[in-house]
């Protein structure tokens, strides 16, 4: 007596409904779920041609019986609910009961399954039944989808290369695998070992095997607990980011899930541990009644709907933040002090009349005080939050607030402007400099703060824009020893297929095993000292950007290398050098703002600080 049961229309009616057969990782993600569903722990898959020739599942699962074994293959058949009521306490990852049914009618499948009492063989053709008999004893479920979409060709064509298919699969078994480290499982494509994990329930272990050890040993545990949910897991310490969320795996009842609400929460949990735009490495399970996170939302069950969302976000918040706060040591802030050294022409290289090559070597011969890095805190990468607060409420307009003022005719701001010739810049006398951070300067209608970082980078972000994808430029620097990258399986696979994309930002990977790679040469703009964070940074665009604009990754390329070389706060400037940084700002097509978009400038007019003074009414 079988338990699969056949919905009742009004049932199947409340089932978010839609295609979920939408590619080969699709196919993987339905049956591993009904395989953790049946209570497997080890589960094998095989993959032929990235899955579009063959995927095979072998579980050592519950299996089912003679008359489930056909059933399992019908629209609506289900062992999971038999209710309505049953949709809001859903415990399994299957229950809308149609996988088989849609894997079925675009393949050929081959199930062999036993509950351990009886075996059974069953064989589909396009949705049809081809054979139906007993079979071996084994326990558990092999079931094997060949030939996905032989009758409807059309799917095939929107098929990315096998590498990027495979990726999605990969990345798809590692998050299987994060989410049940007590289940061993295995992924092996055309015959070769991808994936595999000992099932010995340690996340940790697992997080080893998929991002490697140094980054697992960098991983904090952490716990909390509210009311209505639990959460637990490992998040990274604040030295290793990511320029992309998809680190951040994310556990509903044991279901991955994508909620860009909790993933922000987990972001802001780092604010001011991680540089601006970057992201941590988090895996994190969150447990709650399932009758508060509902996942009868999608087809492919990866959206949810929560309850009580309010109080979850804070116990994320709360957990996060106070893992991470304890497990770093406080940074030093270091008093700002004057450069040792004798001031350097280091400034000059940023006249906007150089060539590359004077450029590069200016920088390579001389490392100065000015463009080292002038405090250990990460974040002053960028104005703390508060520091920007300031400008942004300032009751002086911006420079360019101002121009826009006076000159209603100016095109707004924004890049078509970029293109126009500045509005004036003023002619400005430096009278010094407060905080190691802001250059005070005069002219005849007032004084000016200007922020030298965001000036500096303003400078340097034109400089490489322009330099960027230059490959023309032809001047490239071989390393002494090569440098080399490691990526997991996925991204390694995904970065495969982007390499001629990298290439056109002057950077050429070689391939070196399946999981590394190396690069031999660079441009030679590339900032010395800085070349392996540059390229792992274009890496990172690469992966996260999956369809890739070139002109973006310039610019986001241009905008990174200007602020990992410009000066930070809490840094004295000699007065000359002042002299040259506003002489170069006044030389920038857009000297108003900083490439993040924050002002560089502002002005004090004379009359209003009259005012503040009462000498005018
Ligand atoms: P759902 O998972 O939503 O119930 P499926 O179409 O994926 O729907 O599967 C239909 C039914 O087939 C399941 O409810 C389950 O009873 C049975 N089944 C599918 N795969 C397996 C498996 N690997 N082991 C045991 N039973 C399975
Ligand atoms: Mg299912």
Redesign the pocket.
């Known amino acids: 007596m079988g338990?699969?049961r056949l919905m009742d229309e009004p049932l199947s009616n409340k089932i978010a409904a839609g295609e979920v057969v939408e590619r080969p990782t699709s196919v993987v993600k339905?049956l591993v779920?009904?395989?953790i569903?049946?209570g497997s722990t080890a589960i094998e898959v095989l993959l032929t041609e990235a899955g579009l020739t063959s995927i095979q599942i072998v579980?050592n699962?519950?299996?089912?019986d003679s008359e489930?074994a056909l059933l399992?293959f019908s629209r609506h058949?289900?062992?999971?609910i038999a209710n309505e009521h049953d949709l809001f306490r859903i415990r399994t990852l299957?229950?809308?009961?149609?996988?088989?049914?849609s894997i079925a009618s675009v393949s050929k499948v081959t199930l062999h399954?036993s509950n351990g009492e009886s075996g059974t063989y069953v064989h589909m053709e396009g949705g049809r039944l081809i054979e139906h008999r007993a079979g071996a004893l084994r326990k558990g479920?092999d079931?094997q989808i060949d030939q996905l979409f032989f009758n409807t060709p059309a799917r095939l064509k929107y098929m990315k290369t096998l590498q990027t298919e495979l990726g999605h699969s990969i990345d798809l078994m590692n998050r299987f695998a994060l989410s049940y480290p007590g289940i061993s499982f295995k992924l092996s494509h055309d015959g070769r070992m991808i994936l595999q994990t000992s099932g010995s329930g340690d996340i940790k272990r697992v997080i080893s095997d998929i991002y490697g050890v140094s980054i697992a040993k960098k991983m904090i545990p952490f716990e909390g607990e509210s009311h209505d949910y639990k959460i637990s897991g490992y998040a990274s310490l604040p030295e290793i980011t990511r320029a992309n969320k998809n680190y951040i795996s994310l556990f509903v009842n044991g279901r991955w899930v994508k909620h860009y609400a909790i993933a922000n929460t987990v972001h802001k949990a780092y604010h001011t541990f991680l540089p601006l735009e970057r992201q941590p490495i988090v895996v994190m399970n969150i447990e709650g009644d399932p009758y508060l996170t509902d996942v009868n939302v999608h087809p492919a069950k990866q959206q949810i709907r929560l309850s009580k969302e309010k109080e979850l976000m804070e116990l994320i918040h709360a957990t996060i933040r106070g893992t991470i706060s304890s497990a770093v040591r406080a940074p030093v802030i270091e008093k700002p002090k004057a450069p040792k050294q004798t001031p350097s022409k280091q400034l000059d290289i940023w006249k906007s009349s150089f060539t590359v090559k004077e450029a590069v070597e200016e920088l390579r011969g001389k490392e100065d005080p000015i463009f080292a890095e002038a405090s250990p805190i990460k974040e002053s990468v960028h104005p703390p939050a508060e520091e920007r607060k300031v400008a942004e409420t300032t009751p002086f307009e911006t420079l360019e607030e101002k121009l826009y003022d006076e000159q209603p005719e100016m095109p707004p701001a924004g890049p078509e402007f970029e293109e126009d010739t500045s509005p004036q810049f003023p002619e400005l006398e430096v009278v010094g400099q407060i905080h190691g951070t802001y250059i005070v300067a005069q002219s005849d209608d007032g004084f000016y703060l200007i922020d030298q970082h965001a000036a500096q980078e303003r400078i340097k972000y034109e400089f490489f824009r322009e330099k960027v994808g230059d490959i023309d430029a032809g001047e490239r620097q071989a390393l002494l020893l090569p440098l080399t990258f490691h990526y997991s399986r996925d991204e390694a696979l995904r970065l495969k297929d982007s390499l001629d994309l990298l290439a056109e930002s002057g950077v050429f990977l070689e391939e070196f095993g399946d999981k590394s790679f190396i690069v031999r040469e660079h441009p030679t703009w590339f900032p010395s000292g800085f070349e392996q964070e540059v390229i792992e940074e274009l890496i990172e665009q690469v992966l996260d950007e999956r369809k890739v604009d070139v002109k973006k990754l310039r610019e986001d390329a241009a905008i990174m290398m200007s602020c990992k070389r410009s000066i930070k706060a809490n840094h004295y400037l000699q007065k000359h050098e002042m002299e040259r940084l506003l002489a170069d700002l006044k030389n920038a097509e857009q000297p108003f703002t900083c490439p993040h978009g924050r002002p560089v400038i502002i002005h004090f007019k004379t009359y209003d600080v009259e005012k503040m003074f009462k000498r005018v009414m």
């Open positions: 338990i699969i339905e779920e009904n395989a569903d049946a579980d699962g519950a299996g089912m489930d399992s058949a289900t062992s999971k299957g229950f809308r009961g149609e996988a088989l049914a399954t479920t079931i």
